[in-house]
Nanobody, 122 residues
Framework: QVQLVESGGGLVQAGDSLRLSCAAS????????MGWFRQAPGKEREFVAA????????YYKSSVKGRFIISRDNAKNTVYLQMNSLKPEDTAIYYC???????????????WGQGTQVTVSS
């Protein structure tokens, strides 16, 4: 059974940083691209960042590029999202997801975590 478990969310002020983690089990982690997505109240789930299973290639949503960094540790079956210079518009539930291919399409990711809330106050 595949499980993705996010952690690290919380309430912070604008300009602060947070580091999200997503621990994976039940899948060959190093065979999967990993993505981070977010969903704000009343909005659709959107792509934030993704990383290739092994070669380090990354993709970012334009509005987070330069502020967020996605990374992974295949030895620990964990993917991270370092979020710096947080803004109120970054407030959302953040989800990690896994797929065999590296891409940004929400509907094509095979496995999802339960999400972790990030709230940024102004």
């Amino acid at each position: 059974q595949v499980q993705l478990v996010e952690s690290g969310g919380g309430l912070v002020q604008a300009g602060d940083s947070l580091r999200l983690s997503c621990a994976a089990s039940g899948l060959a982690f190093s065979s999967y691209a990993m993505g981070w997505f977010r969903q704000a109240p009343g909005k659709e789930r959107e792509f934030v960042a993704a990383i290739h299973r092994s070669d380090g290639t990354t993709y970012y949503k334009s509005s987070v590029k330069g502020r967020f960094i996605i990374s992974r540790d295949n030895a620990k079956n964990t993917v991270y999202l370092q979020m710096n210079s947080l803004k109120p518009e970054d407030t959302a539930i953040y989800y990690c997801a896994a797929d065999r291919l590296l891409h940004t399409v929400v509907a094509r990711y095979d496995y999802w975590g339960q999400g972790t809330q990030v709230t940024v106050s102004s």
